[in-house]
């Protein structure tokens, strides 16, 4: 079924009003000084996280909640090495090798 000239000018207006609050509230919060969202890039997993294979799904999730809302790069490096600590009893307690270092630095790009 095909919309009326009417019902398309309607859709037209709702589409446009849609983007010019998408891009005012975008404006807006930048201009307010809000706190920044936080990254969309990860900053768990398996590649930026010691001894990932270590940890239940419980201690991950955590992890990544932890992480993810680290206000600085110094609350961040504390953070990671005393994370790291306990991966490394872990390994031990449980005879499995020592978890390698991340590939990339966690807290990279946060502020000091």
Known sequence: MK???GEMDRLRLL???GLICL???AGAGAQTGDAP???MTPRAGP????????????ER?????????MPSIYAC???????HRKMVERAKENDA??????????CDGLPE
Do not use: C
């Open 3 to 5: 919309p009326v000239a």
């Open 15 to 17: 589409a446009l009003s």
């Open 23 to 25: 891009a005012g509230g």
């Open 37 to 39: 969202k936080p990254s």
């Open 47 to 58: 590649g930026y996280t010691n001894g990932w294979s270590l940890m239940t799904p419980e």
């Open 61 to 69: 999730h955590d992890y990544q909640l932890k992480i993810e809302a």
């Open 77 to 83: 490096r504390a953070f990671v090495e005393e994370h």
């Open 97 to 106: 090798g020592l978890p390698p270092p991340p590939r990339m630095d966690v």
